[in-house]
């Protein structure tokens, strides 16, 4: 369905929020974010889906948490090449 500028921007806000909620009092990475979050999966579970979906998922997650960090809401260390990201202040 064809969505207008104003849904798809209530579908970020919707998207980081829950990020966040996700996030609060932890530090993860993009992949286990992604495992906790809603998606539009006709009823599978998040381990019954394929790789190409989850990996999807996960790039999709990497793209809010990007922003989320841009703007100094998140953190994210290293750790032995793996990334993990964590809430500094809880801003929309």
């Known amino acids: 369905s064809v969505k207008t500028v104003g849904e ?4 970020h806000r919707d998207r980081n929020s829950e990020i966040l909620k996700v996030l609060q009092g932890k530090h993860m990475t993009a992949y286990e974010i992604s495992s906790l979050l809603t998606w539009s999966t006709g009823g599978i579970s998040w381990e019954r889906l394929n ?3 989850k990996r999807s998922a996960v790039l999709e997650t ?8 841009t703007k100094d809401i998140l953190q994210k260390s290293n ?7 964590s809430i500094i202040r809880w801003v929309l």
């Open 62 to 69: 990497i793209s809010h948490l990007e922003l989320l960090f």
């Open 51 to 53: 790789d190409f979906t």
């Open 79 to 85: 750790q032995d090449g793996v990334y993990k990201y």
């Open 8 to 11: 798809i921007q209530q579908h």
